[in-house]
């Protein structure tokens, strides 16, 4: 059995720093890419930032430059740095990590229940 959660979230003011983490537990073989979504109020969920085992790296337009997504697969841990966030960077962040499990041939993707994260004075 695979876990995944998130921790990190809160209030935080726009222009300061937040560092969400995600953890993933359970029978792993390889982890192939850990990810950040998110979902704002009342919208769809969206890619945030991806990290592949060979450290590849993928960010949606909007966070360039101010957020950093990065890795340890020693510890199945995937990290999201926000730097100067916005208040439209509110939502409910998910960790998503595709990893290969004891005895399984292929990956599939497991999913954290989320953190919060609200951007406000």
């Known amino acids: 059995q695979v876990q995944v959660v998130e921790s990190g979230g809160g209030l935080v003011q726009p222009g300061g720093s937040l560092r969400l983490s995600c953890t993933a537990s359970g029978d792993i073989f390889r982890i192939n890419v850990m990810g950040w979504y998110r979902q704002p109020p009342g919208k769809l969920r969206e890619l945030v930032a991806t990290?592949?085992?060979?450290?590849?790296?993928n960010y949606v337009d909007s966070v360039k430059g101010r957020f950093t997504i990065s890795g340890d697969n020693a510890k199945n841990t995937v990290y999201l740095q926000m730097n100067s966030p916005k208040p439209e960077d509110t939502a409910e962040y998910y960790c998503?990590?595709?990893?290969?499990?004891?005895?399984?041939?292929?990956?599939?993707?497991?999913w954290g229940r989320g953190t919060l994260v609200t951007v406000s004075s």
């Open positions: 998503k990590q595709n990893l290969v499990r004891y005895g399984m041939v292929y990956g599939r993707d497991y």
């Open positions: 990290i592949s085992s060979a450290g590849n790296i």
